[in-house]
């Protein structure tokens, strides 16, 4: 039992470490690691099960600090309880190029750093996400090997938020009984105290979205012990509103935007450590203390090991595929899987379309790959990413494969990153393209972290037709390309899509889109070949040597290369046609290859029913693009091509136009 003097000490402890990080750093926000150290205290020394030695347990409790520029709270934290990625001197270079102290938490750059957070709201869709994944897991694994809270403390921005709406209300409905969302309550934001921009009853808003609500004193542990108690005995998710004060401690500060997110200066730390008794210089923690905070790191030691006993007893196929799954690697059955598939396109060489072709490859992968988990945002149908083996999921039955997200993209997103960072799960959702902008904060999130999550996007031009322009992408390929280590992919076939498919899944490390038509389309790729084409980013689909023309071209607009080529040739043009699936791939490619594959024909053009922002990479800035220059129009996608004059007939014409010229 830890007396209230201790816990006093081990939050003044955090309360000082994070105000003089600030302080060096000249920079961070004080005021919450302040306010929440009390909630943190109890948290992380009494009931939170983690090993700072085996920080990748993989039944260990998850911690998200969503309110990410309380990033202090977590580095604190994880120095103190003795996790070897983060020393004093870390601390002291708080956001120092290279330090893993960054600005926000940045999964990766120490263990314990379970998401990386700071866009505000987005750890909350994690967390729903990580408790997701354990729900299911422990369906599949039992408890045994599953059976772990997930936390998060969430601040009022978190709230405000329009994306903690669409996570809490999925994790309501789910009855995600082991999550636990502290919010730190103290009513101040930046621009001053909350009530200038809201006056929403929080507990209600989480009580109608069938949440179990809790409100303490965030400052008073006992109250904090027994709600964390309660909410572990709950069969919904819990909200625990914590009353805490912004800067707890500081004579001036404390209870004022002023303290939230600058240095608290001198005079004003001179007076914190007075009133609270901290005698202490500038990141010194004092012997008993720390003492008392590693021990509370060894705490779960026995945990642990109980439950790699348990791992070690398990059947031989459970153990061996448990680990597998959260080692992140694919089942041996996959590679030879699709390489049968891509075989048995080549002889049936299917007239589908490319959302179609994606849900005949997901067959497939699902039937031998166990661990994908997927989804869509109320447009099953459309999106074509739900097989024959997945089963939805319902707040009573959690064996299912496929989650109903709900008109919640956002929301949807940062569950998938959540799920795939707690591991053992390969989450993939649908949605169309141009609802891409919905998810398009935590799509950044999952390319900054180097998770896998796969983002099926259809309907993914003019060529979805009579919707119109509201639905109809066209900056969306460029605005996603414009992502680093994010994959984009927009195959021409079924081919190509199976081919994607095997690429999006090989990545351990990155996101992937894949772009998807809803108009049918032939397949192109005719030849079976048993290496992924799609893996070069870009290859010669049709080639030529010393051809005069050289037409780029993705998805749909595969096709008209094709169509265009051939009126080309009959007119004595030599023409080659490039397939790019990926841009980002083919820049992976060697200087040899891709100078090869631009090549120098007198006139290259790029087909895409997009706009042209990033294809001069292709074809120059004096090369022809056809495709789009502004919105789109609402009418039968074949008149929308003649219409916009995306055709073989006008980028012949382009290139005949332009040979003409030059002559
Ligand atoms: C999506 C997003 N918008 C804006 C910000 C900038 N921002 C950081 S903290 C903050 C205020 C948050 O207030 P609150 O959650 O109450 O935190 P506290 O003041 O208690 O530290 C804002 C607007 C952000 N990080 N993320």
Known sequence: MISREKHDRMANAIRFLSMDAVEKAKSGHPGLPMGAADIATVLFSRYLTFDPKKPDWPDRDRFVLSAGHGSMLIYSLLYLLGYDDITLDDIKNFRQLGSPTAGHPEYGHAAGIETTTGPLGQGIGNAVGMAMAERKLADEFGSDLVEHYTYALAGDGCLMEGISQEA?????????????????????????????????????????????????????????????????????????????????????????????????????????????????????????????????????????????????????DVRLAFERRMNGELPGEFEPAITAYKKKLAEDLPTVATRKASEMALEVINGVVPETIGGSADLTGSNNTRTSQTKAITPDDFSGRYIHYGIREHGMAAIMNGIALHGGLIPYSGGFLIFSDYCRPSIRLAALMGIRVIHVLTHDSIGLGEDGPTHQPVEHMAALRAIPNLLMFRPADAV?????????????????????TRQNLPTVRTDFTEENLCAYGAYDLVSASDAEVTIFATGSEIEIALEARQMLEANGHTTRVVSVPCFELFEEQSLEYKKAVIGDSRVKIAIEAGIRQGWDRFIGSDGLFIGMSGFGASAPYKELYEHFGITAAAAVAAVEARLHDEA
């Open 168 to 316: 809490i209300s999925l994790a309501g409905h789910l009855k995600l009984n082991k999550l636990i969302v502290f919010w730190d309550n103290n009513s101040i934001s930046i621009d001053g105290p909350v009530s200038l921009t809201d006056s929403t009853d929080q507990l209600a808003r989480f009580a109608a979205s069938g949440w179990n609500t809790l409100d303490i004193d965030g400052h008073d542990p006992d109250a904090i012990a027994q709600a964390i108690e309660a909410a572990q005995k709950s069969d919904r998710p819990t909200l625990i509103a914590a009353k805490t004060v912004i800067g707890f401690g500081a004579p001036n500060k404390a209870g004022t935007s002023g303290a939230h997110g600058s240095p608290l200066g001198d005079k004003e730390i001179v007076g914190t450590r007075k009133a609270l008794g901290w005698a202490e210089e500038p990141f010194v923690v004092p012997s008993d203390i720390l003492d008392a905070w590693r021990l509370a790191g060894l705490r779960s030691v026995k945990d642990r090991k109980a439950w790699e006993s348990r791992l070690a007893e398990a059947e031989n």
């Open 496 to 516: 190509e899509t199976a081919e994607c498919w095997e690429i999006a899944l090989e990545q351990a490390k990155r996101p992937s889109g894949i772009a998807l």
